[in-house]
Nanobody, 121 residues
Framework: QVQLVESGGGLVQAGGSLRLSCEAS????????IGWYRQTPGNQRELLAG???????IYSEPAKGRFTISRDNAKQTVYLQMDSLTPEDTAVYYC???????????????WGQGTQVTVSS
């Protein structure tokens, strides 16, 4: 199984940017689809962006036009560049492997600790 560790969160003012990193270990990273998710208390985890092993990207509506997902297979890392942040982006951000289904994508592996993103007004 691919093991993933999130980092790069922090405190940023509205309109600012952060780049999150999802560092992987394991033999199968190159062939893994990776998604970035976020969660606030009382809410379900929300898929924001995903990237396939072939570097095809998908984005949810909150991420479109503001976030960019990319991967560096040599470093076994997936990034989420987050621009034009707003207080509504405040959440814990997670990455996970994804399994493709006929209706979309499902998280596959266990959840890690995530990384906290806080956006101030």
């Amino acid at each position: 199984q691919v093991q993933l560790v999130e980092s790069g969160g922090g405190l940023v003012q509205a309109g600012g940017s952060l780049r999150l990193s999802c560092e992987a270990s394991g033999r199968d990273f190159i062939m893994s689809h990776i998604g970035w998710y976020r969660q606030t208390p009382g809410n379900q985890r929300e898929l924001l962006a995903g990237i396939t092993y072939g570097s095809s990207a998908i984005y949810s509506e909150p991420a479109k036009g503001r976030f960019t997902i990319s991967r560096d297979n040599a470093k076994q890392t997936v990034y989420l560049q987050m621009d034009s942040l707003t207080p509504e982006d405040t959440a814990v951000y997670y990455c996970n492997t994804m399994r493709r289904t006929i209706v979309g994508w499902d998280p596959e592996g266990p959840w890690g600790q995530g990384t906290q993103v806080t956006v101030s007004s």
